[in-house]
């Protein structure tokens, strides 16, 4: 039987993913979503993901620093606050 997931981390690679990762283990039964698996830019399917495994913890760890403000408002506001309306849902 697969664990349930109990946490989901929303930004693995950068410095505090990385460090989530190497202080949960590699058994630990969490989801990692990278920009290969969730694409913040579309702020909806980060919401989806979050319904569709119902993880008893999310992490949004991810974040954009880039120049361009369309995308940066996408990535660190509209995804954020979709993921909280999820969660709260």
Known sequence: ???????????PSGQVGLEI???SGPDAPFLY???DR???T???????AIRRTRPAVV?????YHGADERVAHLVNAEAPGQMAQACAD
């Open 42 to 48: 579309a702020p909806e399917a980060c919401a989806d």
């Open 21 to 23: 990762q190497r202080q």
């Open 1 to 11: 039987m697969e664990a349930a997931i109990t946490l989901l981390l929303f930004g």
């Open 33 to 35: 979503l990278g920009r």
């Open 38 to 40: 969730a694409d913040l």
């Open 59 to 63: 992490i949004n760890a991810a974040g």
